[in-house]
Every structure is written in C-alpha cells, then in structure tokens.
C-alpha cells in the first residue's frame, strides 16, 4: 500500500464526501491530562467511515459494477455504505447479512434500497455465501477489510487528520479486522512518521491483538460483543501485515469500558457513538496508552445505534 | 450594533475558541427536500453557544472584572459558559440560578467552580436578586442576551456561518431573550442581506413572537416548557430592536415537535441536542419555515440535557 493508492482514493471520493469534523474535547482533555481531539465519522451520510471504503471500491471498478452489480458482506456498517454507494452510483447491490445481525441494521440497509441476503451467524458462513454469489451472478466483490480499494479509502482519513492537526500525535483507531487502522496507519508513518498508531478492540474479540502477539492471523471464533461493529474474528491478510509493521500498540477494552465511554460521550461530549465507535475513548478513559508524545486522536468510527439501546445505556440498565 | 463590534468580538474571542463545525446533514436534507446544515454549537467547551458572549464581555472588560469580579443570571448555560470564562480568566464568578433550575445545570455551574446564588422562581426575582449583587458587591454584571457585548459574541456565530458556506441561506435561530438571533441577524444581513433569518421559539413560551406581532415587549410570564434554555418571558430591549428590522419571521413550535427533534437528531444524526437547541429542526421538521432560496442552516444552539432526561426522550416515554 503506497500514499499514492491513497491519495488516488481521495481523490476519486472529493466529489462525494467532505472532510469529517475533528473537534478538540474539553471533557476528554481535562479527564487525559493531554489534548484530546476526536474525529466524527458519526458525521459521514451513512452515519460510519464505511462510506469510504465503499465509494472507493465502486468508484475503482465502476464500468464493471455498472454491468454485474456489486455483492458485500458486512456486520451492518459496511452494508449501509455500500447501499448508499450503490444508490448515489446506480449500482445493483447485493448484501450478505448474518441472520443474528441488529434488526435495526438490516432494516437501516433495505431502507436504502439493497436486497439483503441473510445468511448463518459465523464469519465464514457468511464469507461461504457472499463467495457462492460472485462465483453465481458475477457481481464485484466489495470487500469490507482487505482489499486494496478498502484500506485505501480507509486511508483517506488518515491524510484527513494530517490536514487538520500539525505535529506529531497518537491515532486511536477501532480495530475489527483491520482495514481502517491499516489505511490510517499507512497514511500516518509514510507522511509524518513520528505519529504513534493504537488499535483498540474489544477484549470479546482480539483477533488482531492474539494474531500480533502469535505472529501470524489468529482466528478467535464467533464473537458476540456490545461492539456489533467489530466482529471480525480474524484480520484480514493484507491488513495484518500492515499491523505488524505499522502499529504502535494495540488495546483490549472490556465491555463496561466500552458502555462507559459511549455514555461520556452522549453526556459530556453531545455526540452519539455506537459502542464500536466508542472503544477508542474507552482505552483512552481506562488508561490503556502508553504515554506518548503530543496529542491524542480518538476516530469515533460510526454511531449507528438504535434509540432504545443507546436509551438503555444512557440509564445504566 | 455594527459589523465592526461584531468582528471586534471574534478578535476578542479568537485565542479561546475555534469555530464549530457546520454539517451537512443528509438525513434532513432527504426529510426536508433542500440542503439542511447544522451549525453545532454543542461541541463548544461548554456545551452551549453561550461561551461567545461570556468571553465577550468579560474580555471586554477585563480589567474591571479583575477588580471587583463578575455576576451572571442564567437558566444554566450562560452560568456554565461565565463560570468556564472566569476559571479561563482568573476572575471571581457568582452566578444567580432560580431555585428550580435543572438540578444538573446547577450541579455543572458549581462543578466548575462558580458560587451559585439560588432566587425565587420567575424572571423578575431573577433580575432583582442579580441587580441587587450588581450594587452591593461592585462586581460586573454580564448580561445573558442583552448587553452590546453579548450580542456582539453572539454575532461571531454569523460570522463563521458566513465563512463556512457560500451564498444566500436561510439561518434557524432558537430564540429566548433574543441575543442569539439579534448578533446573527446583524452579521448576515449586514454582510449578505439575501440571507433569511428565522427565530424558532416554544410555543410555550412565544414572547419574541407575540412582542413582534404587538409591536413592543411583551411579558408573557412565567414560562414552562421542556426547553429550558428558552425561558425568557420577554425579549431584550436591544434584541427586540434588531429583531424588529433584521429577522425575517419567527415560528412557534409544540411541545412534541420539539421531543420529536431531539430524537431525530440523536438517532439519525448521531448528535445530541438539548430541546432548546433542536427548535429550529422541530420547525424545520414541522414544516413551518417559508418556502425560501438557498440551503437551511439549523443553529444547534446547545447539548446540555443529562443523560437520564435525554433516554426517556429516546423511550418516547
């Protein structure tokens, strides 16, 4: 992955997304004792940075979509983008969705106009499915980790936050399997390479931290976490790689952490993130950086949550 | 009030404050059928728009207000925003609360350090208790909405919306005393008169309303209504002036297209607004804005609900 494939990326999303708002955290600043800014990806039309990767893959091969379609698997964020993508392309989008996904996702993704199809509750029930469907219709694969257009897209953040903050700074990023700490990694140690890069991911998961502590891509079986964005039970090949050479550290946040910081933030912060979005302020709350040079950047990567959930976090039920 | 207070003020203001994002919002631009912003005033430090005048007018005159310290009258965000201002400044705070503001602003301004000087419940009590301090003590009355420093702090606002988007608009303003509307007023029209400017009010409240209608200030008593920012019962006398010649109409707007925005926006757009900063997307929402040229901003005036309050908002309870 070059800063060039990247900076392609960019350029191919500039006509549909602006820049993502990065806000400095008064609340947060004075809990950390150092400056910290967090980046809304809340903010994207699809309520998660899953649009980029998304637009991205369409946009690099959109002559081929426009004629077979396109097929995604995804948890629910990616599934909404590519659904969105799809609408803003005139794209036929196809959606693998495990049948134990959030009702509220499923129903966000037809809402938008795709056909979703639901398949078995494990990772590779749902990569079998979304296979048989390309092998079947012929459609392009839009993958929601690993592929070179997905980490590039994911990358455009990093060359976001590059923009909008100077000086060297510590990228907290949600990990589930690796796309986007890959890209923003990428995109960070290339252009400013005093930038630390932290992943943060739920202790029910650790795909990524047991497969950077093995060496090699461990896979953790099915994982059930309040963090329904990241359930990825192992990282993706291309994104490993780019782990082991690029990250920094990478955290394990417990499930009341993670409760925790989604209710900072809604109270004290005024903005709503979904709890795979809130894992970052969740490592950062629990103490779990290192210590390190300049400020913190948490990406809040998405907010898709249900009012009722978010009601019930928000009453400690 | 001139543009040049106004841009004296955003000098004033530059050293502490960045401006606040504006996004574009895609869910209420699909509902609405034309492009909606919301300018989120709720990522300010103190969760409210109300640190512009209380940084204004204690900059304005710091020397005095070293000297013999400062005294605020407030609802709840004026006191936070004074109270975060004196700690900036190093100045002595007292701040008069009536006895059944929300417990949780209350708490906040205290937290922050501000000694809270608890009256009697209605406006007038308010005032008396706030004038009395004024002479007994020599300290420096800053005003929540009326004084030229207030309202100049309040016009920064407009300034950056006319920074951050190109071309006639129309700006919602949620509107209590009327300083918010009164310092955006001034800089938009002065500066590119084709802009609307809309006041949105709580039915429950509508002295900014019925005053324009009657042609001078009306008191409406006390006020109660689930926006417990927009509790003045009669607008500003220098407020009521620009509003008279500068905006352009002011709607009301029920109790529950109030709920309904605050859930909307929590739910669709990933951010939290307290009732009196979502009034201006209840009226948007409700249909209630003249059919005008040009994308809707929404101020997003404040975020300062506590959180058991916002989940039974969410509950529909």
């Not at 004290?268 to 709890?275: H, T």
Request: aromatic fraction near 4%.
């Amino acid at each position: 992955m070059s800063l060039e494939t990247i900076e392609q990326a960019r350029e191919r999303l500039c006509p549909y997304l602006v820049p993502t708002p990065l806000v400095l955290s008064a609340p947060l600043t004075r809990a950390a004792g150092r400056k910290v800014w967090l980046k809304l990806e809340t903010q994207q039309p699809t309520g998660s940075f899953k649009i980029r990767p998304a637009l991205n893959g369409a946009l690099a091969h959109l002559e081929e979509c426009r004629r077979h379609g396109v097929v995604a698997s995804s948890s629910g964020n990616f599934a909404q983008a590519v659904t969105y993508a799809s609408r803003e392309l005139r794209l036929d989008a196809q959606i693998v969705m495990m049948r134990n996904s959030s009702p509220y996702k499923i129903a966000q993704t037809e809402a938008l106009g795709a056909k979703v199809v639901l398949c078995g509750n494990t990772f590779e029930e749902r990569w079998e499915t979304t296979y048989r469907l390309v092998r079947e219709t012929g459609r392009v694969l839009l993958h929601p980790y690993d592929s070179l257009e997905t980490i590039a897209g994911d990358g455009t953040l990093g060359l976001e936050l590059l923009a909008q903050l100077a000086g060297d700074f510590t990228a907290v990023v949600p990990v589930s399997g690796g796309g986007l700490i890959g890209g923003i990694a990428t995109a960070l140690k290339l252009r400013r390479p005093g930038c630390l890069v932290v992943g943060a991911q739920p202790e029910e998961n650790g795909s990524m931290f047991r497969s950077l502590e093995a060496g090699r891509r461990v896979n953790v079986g099915p994982v059930r976490t309040i963090a329904d964005a990241l359930v990825a039970s192992t990282p993706g090949e291309r994104a490993f790689e780019i782990a082991r050479q690029k990250v920094d550290q990478v955290v394990l946040v417990a499930e009341e952490e993670i409760v925790r910081a989604v209710r900072r933030l809604a109270v004290e912060q005024k903005i709503v993130a979904e709890p795979g979005g809130a894992v970052g302020v969740a490592a950062l709350l629990a103490g779990k950086l290192r210590a390190g040079a300049g400020d913190v950047v948490c990406i809040i990567s998405g907010g898709n949550i249900p009012g009722l959930a978010l009601a019930r976090l928000l009453e400690g039920v």
